[in-house]
């Protein structure tokens, strides 16, 4: 560990942004924060749904703080008083790692020195506002981790307009992976050059994608400019650590949500809630995943089109899952939203019932969670 010569030197204040679950599920996040807790005061925010569930997973949330849903380049704004942000990550490539560093680094545009530690790419990167002391910092990390150490990264503009068209370009993408935008598959990749066009908050188009054009109707207004965009799976981890769950909520308060897509989002959605629906395959499986955390069970519509993006995830115990007709998942969840406003139901057995009067002859089978 450096050491200062200066007796009279202040011990640094240093923030951590933790992004995605994988830099946490590989034991990478906790090895970096003991280390840079060994160089100063550390403050640890993470941001993103699937990160949060991570951070339960691993034990760390009395150390991470996962009580706001931030981006990463907003949770570098929120830390810019410290003396150094280090941005920790776990990219697929070194490529794909300095792109998001680069893109971090635009969008926040930090007053205070900001460095980038991806273990995917094991690199440091220096981001911007260098100084001397976070250069050594920068320095004897690498020097720790074995990884090595860039002087600056690489410059991405991921970002362009074509007449009144937005176009975002997306990197890392392998061919064969299922492109979401706010957590809803819009097709699949045919190539590793992607390229998603948006007008007036639509997705109109895309290059080297097979739209899914089911997937593009269940997409709300959209601001291509800040959404978030996945290739591949919601967590490419999973089947490394165990998953901590929780038991199930005893309360009976009567309150419910209903996620039809940003299931993402089920943390805040469903803060309070005795149970959710939730309506389509991948965003069953998502909110499943992450209310399992929370131990709200759901009441799931699917028809059996999983896109494949949420492999290795679970669902709540005391949870129904209502297998319908292909292709009919979402007019039934219209129906069940529109009959849920008049009815309110109070409990997940009395919303299952209502479910059963709407879908009627399209339901092929109920399979009930154990555990209730």
């Known amino acids: 560990m450096r050491t200062s010569n200066a007796a009279d030197e202040r011990r640094l204040s240093i923030g951590v942004v933790i992004h995605g679950p994988e830099v946490v599920d590989t034991g990478f996040a906790i090895q970096a924060l003991e280390w840079l807790e060994g160089q100063g005061d550390v403050v640890a925010v993470l941001g993103g749904t699937m990160g949060r569930v991570a951070i339960i997973d691993a034990g760390l949330e ?8 931030r981006s990463p380049s907003q949770s570098v704004q929120d830390l810019q008083r410290s003396d150094l942000t280090v941005l920790l990550n ?38 911007a506002n260098i100084s001397e002391r976070s250069n050594a910092i920068a320095s ?54 992607v390229e998603l066009l948006a007008r007036d908050g639509r997705i109109v188009g895309a290059r080297g994608v097979e739209l899914k054009m089911h997937g593009l109707e269940k997409l709300p207004y959209v601001d291509l400019r800040s959404a978030i965009l996945r290739s ?14 929780c038991a ?48 709200i069970p759901v009441l799931g519509i699917v028809d059996g089109d999983l896109d494949g993006i949420c492999n290795g995830l679970v669902i709540p115990e005391g949870s129904v899952i209502v297998m319908v007709r292909s292709g009919t998942d979402d007019i039934i969840g219209k129906a069940i939203k529109e009959t ?33």
Not at 269 to 289: L, Y
């Open 62 to 69: 009395g150390r991470v703080d996962i009580s706001r849903r």
């Open 90 to 127: 776990h990219a697929k490539s070194r490529e794909t790692g300095l792109v998001f560093g680069s893109i971090v680094a635009a969008r926040a545009r930090p007053a205070n020195p900001l460095i980038q530690v991806d273990s995917g790419g094991r690199f440091v990167a220096a981001l």
């Open 248 to 295: 199930l909520r005893t309360s009976r308060n009567g309150r419910f949500a209903i996620i039809d897509h940003a299931a993402e989002d089920a943390f805040e959605r469903a803060a309070d809630a005795s149970f959710v629906i939730t309506i389509g395959d991948d965003t069953t499986a998502i909110a499943g995943d992450v209310l399992s955390r929370m131990g």
């Open 140 to 193: 004897d990390l690498a020097s720790h981790f074995g990884f090595e150490i860039l002087d600056a990264c690489m410059l991405y503009d991921n970002l362009r307009q074509e007449g009144d068209v937005i176009v975002r370009r997306m990197s890392g993408v392998l061919p064969g992976e299922r492109i979401s935008v706010n957590g809803t598959v819009i097709g699949t990749a045919t190539d590793t050059d």
């Open 340 to 372: 849920s406003e008049r009815r309110r139901p109070s409990s997940l057995n009395d919303a299952l019932e209502m479910v059963i009067e709407v879908a009627g002859d399209s339901i092929v089978s109920i399979i009930r969670r154990d555990g209730r």
């Open 232 to 245: 591949g799976s919601v967590r490419r981890t999973a089947g490394m650590v165990k998953p901590r769950l």
